[in-house]
């Protein structure tokens, strides 16, 4: 079936009239693309002389007119969707904004009841249609009208009840697509050339595939430095707690930071726009929120979990249970108090966790693994990893390549317990006590029941000057070499 687009509204319905039958025809193409609107038309008043979408034999008689003309031209055409482009013209004081919701329901029902009726027996899919509408923006001049802020509510309280209404949120839509505030509007109301562009767009895919710019609010940044917090909404009860999303942020420039509440905040940032830093009260994904942010930092005490973008990201964690994962990019990954689990992705990580029992895994890529206080277990995964357990008796596996196992040769190091230790790869033993020979350690052979190989020893490395064990390398009798390196030298321990 031929879709049939209706553009209603006032006058920025006109404003993208043009462009958007372009788009539409473009990816429909046979389409049939109707406008139906007037300057300053409202919804929940009339205004006498002047058309209006008040009065139903005014605009909403005109626009079905306009639909059975197009149907009955063509028998195989559906109402393929309307973008409804209005609600200005409602925030003046002689409307009844809050009736708007009610009136614009009621008025696509009678665009339904009305196919219903004059066209019965067609397939379901003939009668369904979906409602792009397109919400008030905050940054227009226009905007601080008392009842502004009322018609924004009431189209948000109309897409969140009627299943036909994909809101699109015009802030949203202009700071994804870089459009500043100020340059938004060409005068107190109506969209300038740019905004039109994005909107266009972003319309088209609403009701072409379904992907609406929705989001409660959002505010926008300049090219400096801006610092974002959370708005303070007030609550059913009347006291007041923190907004919760869906909410935007758009930094724009500068050096940002932005402080989010929820798992659901999207923050926009142009590539390269500046260092910036996020603080999460809440768990948080950076790849699907945040992709051009850089720095994150938990803030609070409870464990959160935390994953990176495709960019170098500085991931930092608080003292409670964090779980922080890297992606693409060399992280830093920093895992602050508490048994945290931290994880690099791909690329050349830096991972350090602190107190606590620490779990810490490299994966792809070269990367460097610091244990810090407490039993940690560090796994470097593929690549030229380098591991330091730090104070505590630790569990380290350096996986796939030729890994480097540190330690610093102090009481506090305790005994380090290497699951795959392979000179065929190319593994090292690192001592950091310069002062140390390659005579001051010894080899002892011992069986551990139930690590690694039941037929194959465990070799621990002496040293001989406290009597105590650096590393027990699993499976370790098994190897041909013993690489150990002081001070910039290597040896053989089995030579």
């Not at 009136?103 to 196919?115: G, S, V, Y």
């Not at 989010?260 to 260092?275: D, F, K, N, Q």
């Not at 942010?293 to 960019?311: C, W």
């Not at 540190?406 to 190091?413: F, I, P």
Request: aromatic share 8%; net charge negative; glycine share 14%.
């Amino acid at each position: 079936m031929s879709g049939i687009y209706i553009i209603a509204g006032q006058s920025n319905a006109n404003n993208i009239a043009d462009e958007m039958a372009a788009e539409l025809r473009a990816r429909d193409p046979g389409c049939t693309v109707l406008t139906i609107a007037d300057a300053g038309a409202p919804l929940t008043w009339g205004r006498g002389g002047d058309t209006d979408w008040y009065q139903r034999n005014d605009l909403p008689r005109a626009r079905l007119d306009a639909l059975d003309a197009a149907l009955s031209r063509d028998g195989s055409a559906h109402l393929g969707g309307i973008i409804w482009v209005q609600g200005e013209a409602d925030t003046l004081a002689c409307a009844r904004s809050s009736l708007y919701a009610e009136k614009a329901e009621a008025l696509f029902d009678r665009i339904e009841a009305h196919l219903h009726d004059g066209f019965a027996g067609r397939g379901a899919e003939f009668y369904d249609f979906d409602v792009a509408t397109l919400q008030l923006s905050g940054y227009a001049p226009a905007a601080a009208r008392d009842a502004w802020s009322t018609i924004i509510d009431e189209q948000q309280a109309l897409a969140a009840t009627d299943d036909r209404v994909q809101l699109l949120n015009v802030d949203l839509v202009a700071a994804q697509a870089g459009i500043h505030p100020g340059a938004m509007f060409v005068d107190a109301l109506h969209y300038s050339q740019a905004l039109v562009n994005a909107l266009v767009t972003a319309t088209a895919d609403s009701l072409l595939s379904g992907t609406a710019a929705a989001a409660a609010r959002v505010t926008m940044g300049t090219d400096g430095d801006d610092v974002f917090t959370p708005v303070q909404m007030p609550s059913a009860t009347g006291s007041h707690s923190p907004e919760i999303p869906p909410l935007a942020f758009a930094g724009f420039g500068g050096d940002d930071t932005y402080t989010v509440l929820s798992p659901r905040t999207l923050v926009i940032e142009a590539a390269g726009g500046g260092a910036d830093l996020i603080r999460a009260h809440s768990s948080y994904d950076m790849s699907l929120w945040a992709p051009q942010v850089e720095a994150l930092t938990v803030i609070g005490r409870a464990g959160r979990h935390i994953a990176g973008n495709a960019l170098g990201n500085q991931l930092t964690g608080n003292a409670g249970r964090d779980w922080i994962a890297g992606a693409a990019g060399a992280d830093t990954v920093f895992g602050g108090g508490g048994n945290d689990t931290l994880r690099g992705g791909y690329g050349a990580d830096r991972l350090a966790g602190s107190n606590g029992r620490d779990r810490l895994w490299g994966d792809a890529g070269n990367d460097t693994l610091l244990g810090g206080a407490g039993n940690d277990t560090l796994v470097g995964g593929n690549g030229t990893d380098f591991l330091n357990g730090g104070n505590g008796d630790d569990l380290l596996r350096g996986g796939w390549g030729a890994d480097r196992f540190y330690h610093d040769g102090t009481a506090a190091a305790g005994c380090d317990r290497i699951g795959d230790y392979s000179s065929a790869d190319g593994d090292v033993l690192i001592f950091r006590d310069s002062t140390a020979s390659v005579g001051d350690f010894d080899l002892r052979v011992t069986s551990v029941p139930g690590a690694g190989n039941a037929a194959v020893a465990e070799v621990q490395i002496i040293d001989t000057r406290s009597g105590e064990p650096v590393w027990a390398l699993t499976d370790g009798a098994a190897q041909d070499h013993l690489w150990l390196q002081i001070g910039g030298q290597t040896y053989d321990l089995l030579a």
